[in-house]
């Protein structure tokens, strides 16, 4: 039997070290200029601390101004705090961007708190009963439908890729000329993956006004559903909460052609919230799920008086998968589980349009054709000067291809809130704090349940504060700020392999010293 010394520690980490300095290569004049201006006037220790302490954010918003603490029930002031008291004069705040590619250290923040969100409605934790693990639980992804023969990386023989894009008589051509097949074998990052084979051909305009009412497809999904599942367990829809509960979290990832698909976990629990016993097995769930995907449409209204209405509805490739039929059928050798479908769910909470571009643009090309179709028909909406039309704002958002809704949402009964992960988080940091300063050790005792308590609080901050902007104050700043994060980065991803490599061998009968 082997034995194992310990877990992994920090100083086993090979970039902990002063030979191992952070990666500030290539960086621009103006960051050079900035690093050297800290250390001339001694203020980089300041930054430092300044910068941990909003977590190497690299868009921080800036504050001026001063707040007191006083204790509701005697009036006392607990305590004052004013900005001229932090390190450099300035409240520094994280941006808090959900975006990975605006801020790659509150995205992994925003990224860990959707995986503990999602993870406590599968396994139970966060307030969360853990017999939440025996119900049905269901992978559900719903697609876009097809405005266009598009350029794909198919699988074969079990791989990702390797099989022909669109494999079709290659005299064949369409009213524009073009031909209808493309006989390549195209890898999943490959830049033309995504992009119409004819430009002309494809129906742009529909394809952004699918995206546009996407929202509203899923919300007409989950009231399906609902009456799906009462008229299977013969109730009324307005009694359905007497015998039975659906749940969900969701999210939105684009694909290569630019249009989102949804991922959802959905989850039955019996009437009395999550944990109680479920009136129906997996496959059952399934079957209504599926068959309310299928069912709904919704018709969208016109652009302008040139224009038609449009049905809308999913694709035709809607995938459910059961992860759960119920009674704790976990297989952890299985291809599915449900820790593995709530990391791949966090994982596209953070991404948006952005993800998908090139750092050559040219290279998307039907990307940018998508923005500018979505602003044209905001501008098509605003010259329809005698219907209100919806399409008004379609404009802001363009960047976003024209999808308007939230990445990541779930139901009220689902699992632990994001704002209550964030106000333990500041829980947490207040009673650390509080442990420093007094020299006294933090009680760990029934830490996450008063952490996670929704009492109310027994204190009052008063403050005046003022905006003084966002980003840090010079390109070096912001430069040292996205070394450490992506250190910290590198940090976190080694000590997930070593625990899980630790693990294994627990698994295989070894032992902790």
């Given at each position: 039997?082997?034995?194992?010394?310990s877990e992994?520690?920090?100083?086993?980490?090979p970039g902990?070290?002063?030979?191992?300095?952070?990666?500030?290569?290539n960086?621009?004049?103006?960051?050079e200029?900035?690093?050297l201006?800290?250390?001339?006037?001694?203020?980089?220790?300041?930054?430092?601390?300044?910068?941990?302490?909003v977590?190497?954010?690299?868009?921080?918003?800036?504050l001026?101004?001063?707040?007191t603490?006083i204790?509701?029930?005697?009036g006392?002031?607990?305590?004052?705090?004013?900005?001229?008291?932090?390190?450099l004069?300035?409240l520094?705040?994280?941006?808090?961007?959900r975006r990975?590619?605006v801020c790659?250290?509150?995205?992994?923040?925003?990224?860990?708190?959707?995986?503990?969100?999602?993870?406590?409605?599968?396994?139970?934790?966060?307030?969360?009963?853990?017999?939440v693990?025996?119900?049905p639980?269901?992978?559900?992804?719903?697609?876009?439908p097809?405005?266009?023969?598009?350029h794909g990386?198919?699988?074969?023989?079990?791989?990702?890729?390797?099989a022909?894009?669109?494999?079709?008589?290659?005299?064949?051509?369409c009213?524009?000329?073009?031909?209808?097949?493309?006989?390549?074998?195209?890898?999943?990052?490959?830049?033309?993956?995504?992009?119409?084979?004819c430009?002309?051909?494809?129906?742009?305009?529909?394809a952004?006004v699918?995206?546009?009412?996407?929202?509203?497809?899923?919300?007409r999904?989950?009231?399906?559903?609902?009456?799906?599942?009462?008229?299977e367990?013969q109730?009324?829809?307005?009694h359905?909460?007497?015998?039975?509960?659906?749940?969900?979290?969701?999210?939105?990832?684009?694909?290569?052609?630019?249009?989102v698909h949804?991922?959802?976990?959905i989850?039955?629990?019996?009437p009395?919230g999550?944990?109680?016993?479920?009136?129906l097995?997996g496959?059952?769930?399934?079957?209504?799920?599926d068959?309310?995907?299928?069912?709904?449409t919704?018709?969208?209204?016109?652009?302008d008086?040139?224009?038609?209405?449009?049905?809308?509805?999913?694709?035709?490739?809607?995938d459910?998968?059961?992860v759960?039929?119920?009674?704790?059928?976990?297989?952890?050798t299985?291809?599915?589980t449900?820790?593995?479908?709530?990391?791949?769910?966090?994982?596209?909470?953070?991404?948006?349009?952005?993800?998908?571009?090139e750092?050559d643009?040219r290279?998307?090309?039907?990307?940018?054709?998508l923005?500018?179709?979505?602003?044209d028909?905001?501008?098509?909406?605003?010259?329809?000067?005698?219907?209100?039309?919806?399409?008004?704002?379609l404009?802001?958002w363009?960047?976003?291809?024209?999808?308007?809704?939230?990445?990541?949402?779930?139901?009220?009964?689902?699992?632990?809130?994001?704002?209550?992960?964030?106000?333990?988080?500041?829980?947490?940091?207040?009673?650390?704090a509080?442990?420093?300063?007094?020299?006294n050790?933090?009680?760990?005792?029934?830490?996450e349940a008063r952490?996670?308590?929704?009492?109310?609080?027994?204190?009052l901050?008063?403050?005046?504060w003022?905006?003084?902007?966002?980003?840090?104050?010079?390109?070096?700043?912001?430069a040292?700020?996205?070394?450490a994060?992506?250190?910290?980065?590198?940090?976190?991803?080694?000590?997930?392999?070593?625990?899980?490599?630790?693990?294994d061998q627990?698994?295989?009968?070894?032992?902790?010293?």
């Open positions: 039997m082997t034995t194992m010394t992994p520690t920090v100083r086993e980490f902990f070290s002063e030979d191992v300095p952070l990666d500030l290569a960086l621009s004049p103006a960051a200029a900035g690093i201006a800290r250390l001339v006037d001694k203020s980089h220790d300041a930054f430092a601390q300044t910068a941990a302490g977590g190497y954010c690299a868009h921080p918003i800036r001026t101004g001063s707040s603490t204790d509701t029930a005697t006392e002031v607990l305590s004052s705090f004013s900005s001229t008291d932090a390190p004069g300035v520094y705040r994280a941006c808090g961007n990975a590619d790659p250290s509150c995205s992994r923040t925003y990224a860990r708190d959707t995986f503990a969100m999602i993870k406590s409605g599968v396994a139970g934790g966060k307030t969360v009963p853990e017999t693990a025996d119900n639980l269901l992978f559900v992804t719903l697609t876009a097809s405005f266009g023969h598009v990386s198919h699988g074969k023989n079990g791989q990702k890729s390797g022909r894009c669109r494999p079709r008589d290659r005299v064949k051509v009213d524009h000329g073009r031909r209808i097949g493309c006989m390549a074998v195209h890898d999943h990052d490959d830049p033309i993956v995504g992009t119409p084979l430009a002309d051909c494809y129906d742009w305009t529909s952004v699918w995206q546009w009412w996407a929202p509203e497809l899923w919300r999904t989950t009231i399906a559903l609902r009456r799906a599942v009462a008229a367990l109730v009324s829809e307005r359905l909460k007497r015998v039975a509960s659906v749940q969900f979290a969701k999210v939105a990832e684009y694909q290569a052609r630019g249009l949804f991922h959802a976990l989850r039955i629990d019996g009395d999550p944990g109680s016993p479920s009136p097995l496959d059952q769930l399934a079957a209504l799920v068959q309310a995907a299928r069912s709904v919704y018709t969208a209204p016109a652009v008086d040139n224009d038609q209405p449009r049905r809308l509805a999913w694709g035709n490739q809607i459910v998968r059961v759960r039929a119920g009674s704790r059928t976990d297989d952890p299985g291809a599915l449900a820790e593995q479908v709530a990391g791949y769910l966090a994982k596209y909470a953070t991404k948006d349009a952005s993800s998908l571009r750092d643009q290279l998307r090309p039907h990307l940018d054709r923005a500018r179709t979505a602003r028909l905001a501008d098509r909406g605003r010259r329809n000067d005698h219907v209100h039309s919806p399409y008004r704002l404009g802001k363009a960047h976003m291809l024209g999808f308007r809704g939230h990445f990541s949402s779930k139901s009220r009964r689902y699992s632990v809130t994001l704002g209550a992960l964030r106000r333990a988080r500041h829980r947490f940091q207040q009673l650390a509080e442990a420093r300063r007094t020299g050790p933090l009680d760990v005792r029934d830490l952490l996670l308590a929704e009492d109310e609080d027994t204190t901050v008063v403050g005046e003022r905006f003084q902007g966002t980003g840090w104050p010079n390109a070096g700043d912001e040292l700020a996205l070394a994060a992506a250190r910290a980065r590198e940090y976190d991803q080694w000590r997930a392999s070593k625990i899980n490599k630790f693990q627990l698994a295989d009968g070894e032992e902790w010293v």
